[in-house]
């Protein structure tokens, strides 16, 4: 995903130096390759498991796949739309890390754990984040 992940940098102008910071990988300058795969520490963060350079691929290749596919402008009028239908392979990618099985068991559902936290909601009566606790 390399060649992928450049692509998608330069369509970002990725990275700002202070993404970087503290991560090894050279004295370059910080580019999204670099940026730091970690489980997402923040428990309200239900639609998402983990953070890092594929996240980030999948999270603009659909951003840019669903403004493209509603007409506006994309990509910041830097990819053509072969280009954004190719980023798109961040998304299966990341759909099979955070759902094997291996993810799976300790982890579950994120769509469990949604249906979990409407469920609070409806019965607590309590709407926003609050009603999470």
Known sequence: YLPLTRKLGD???????ELCDG???GDGPCALERLRTEWDPNPKHWYTTFLGPLYAGKYFA???????????????????????ME?????????????????????GSTLLMHIL?????????????????
């Open 11 to 17: 369509a970002l102008g990725c990275c700002a130096p």
């Open 23 to 25: 991560i090894d990988g």
């Open 62 to 84: 659909e951003w840019f796949e669903l403004t493209m596919l509603n007409g506006m402008e994309y990509a910041f009028g830097s990819l053509t739309p072969a280009e954004v």
């Open 87 to 107: 980023l798109t392979a961040f998304v299966t990618a990341y759909r099979a890390f955070e759902f094997d099985a291996l993810a799976a068991r300790p982890f």
């Open 117 to 133: 936290a409407t469920l609070r909601q409806w019965a607590s009566g309590e709407q926003g984040s609050e009603s999470l606790r």
